[in-house]
């Protein structure tokens, strides 16, 4: 299925923005602190033309679904809400956007934590500013799609998703100072490539865990007198805390130590052994794993020429991330997935 096909006509403008996995840097986000994304393969194409009429007209390959809708009336339910969210915030700020035909595919994975959605955003987001000539920069494209998910979709997400869509490439990391946006492109550790893959644990508990976690974050952020945990750089700190907090303040405490250790060019090795400690953090200190998880973790964990892992995205369920020897990549994730799915799980391979 084409833009073609579904619209009678031939789309104006192409655009296309990946997915993203998160190295390093989890539950930082929200917390002011410091994240280490890379892009993947997989990415979302938006193709656009202008609507033969006032409506606007969205269609999904993925979801076979279309929708229809009147631009000056309410937002729409569904996927559509997202690129409708999209041309809402550049409306408000200050864009003319006329009535759009718009068609999405993509090999994103959706809802599996590998980020379709910021993908949805930054694709169309993209196609939008050379339809119309928009001037942004890739900064402030990945800020309107936050916007648009938070203000439209009704998720409370921090920056990372959009940033890294917007910014990163499959052959580099992407660090991101989240408070100030301050980044830096680096390259993989030497010798080293990553394998994602999908505990096929639905992330069920995932939104309200994810409150949770903010609000005990905040808490612990006030009694501790700072703005945010990212203001705090040794663990000892936290002792004082009353638990739950002590604990959640030490994973994001030794957490943004960790992405920042894996600034200074350090070896693969190092840099698995600091996704391993990030691993246990989240499962001890910030209780957001689960047993596949823990179970999918410690087979990467015991396979050979696999150096780091870890579950990554918000926990609950989804997917975990390892760095692996260069080219052992695809050999490795099938074992692991055949050791795995032999535990009664049924995991997936997402990249290799
Ligand atoms: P993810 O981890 O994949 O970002 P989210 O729950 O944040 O998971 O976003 C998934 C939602 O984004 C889908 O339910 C859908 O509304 C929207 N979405 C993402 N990709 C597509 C697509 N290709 N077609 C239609 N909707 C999409
Ligand atoms: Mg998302």
């Not at 956007?97 to 379709?116: D, E, K």
């Not at 700190?237 to 943004?256: D, F, G, S, W, Y």
Request: aromatic content about 6%; charged content about 20%; overall charge negative.
């Amino acid at each position: 299925m084409n833009y073609t096909q579904i619209f009678n006509a031939a789309p104006a403008v192409e655009a296309l923005a990946p997915g993203r996995v998160n190295l390093l840097g989890e539950h930082t986000d929200y917390n002011d602190g410091f994240v280490l994304p890379t892009a993947i393969p997989q990415h979302t194409t938006v193709a656009i033309g202008f609507s033969p009429d006032d409506r606007h007209h969205f269609y999904s390959a993925e979801l076979e679904e279309r929708v229809d809708f009147d631009p000056a009336g309410a937002s729409p339910e569904g996927f559509a809400r997202y690129i409708d969210g999209c041309i809402r915030v550049l409306a408000a700020a200050g864009h003319k956007i006329p009535p759009l035909n718009i068609f999405v595919t993509s090999s994103v994975p959706i809802g599996s934590g590998l980020s379709s959605s910021a993908a949805l955003e930054v694709a169309t987001l993209r196609g939008l500013r050379s339809l119309l000539h928009l001037p942004l920069d890739d900064v402030e494209i990945a800020q309107l799609g936050q916007q648009a998910e938070i203000q439209y979709a009704g998720v409370s997400c921090g920056i990372l998703d959009q940033m890294a869509s917007s910014l990163a490439d499959t052959d580099h990391m992407l660090f991101l100072d989240t408070r100030t946006l301050d980044r830096q492109i680096l390259p993989f550790p030497p010798g080293a490539e990553i394998v994602v893959i999908d505990s096929g644990v639905a992330r069920s508990l995932a939104t309200s865990g994810y409150n949770q976690r903010r609000a005990e974050c905040e808490a612990a952020a006030d009694q501790l007198g700072v703005k945010a945990l990212r203001d705090i750089t040794d663990p000892q700190q936290a002792e004082p805390l009353p638990e739950p907090l002590r604990q959640r303040a030490r994973h994001v405490i030794t957490e943004n130590n960790r992405v920042l250790k894996a600034l200074e060019g350090i070896t693969a090795a190092a840099f698995g052994k600091l996704m391993n400690d990030s691993h246990a953090s989240l499962r001890d200190d910030y209780e957001v794993s689960v047993p596949a998880l823990d179970t999918l973790v410690d087979i990467l964990q015991t396979t050979p020429d696999v150096l780091g892992a870890r579950l990554t995205g918000a926990g609950f369920g989804g997917a975990c991330v390892a760095l692996v020897t260069e080219g052992r990549g695809e050999a490795i994730a099938q074992s692991t997935l055949d050791q795995y799915n032999r535990t009664g799980n049924h995991g997936h391979i997402l990249v290799s």
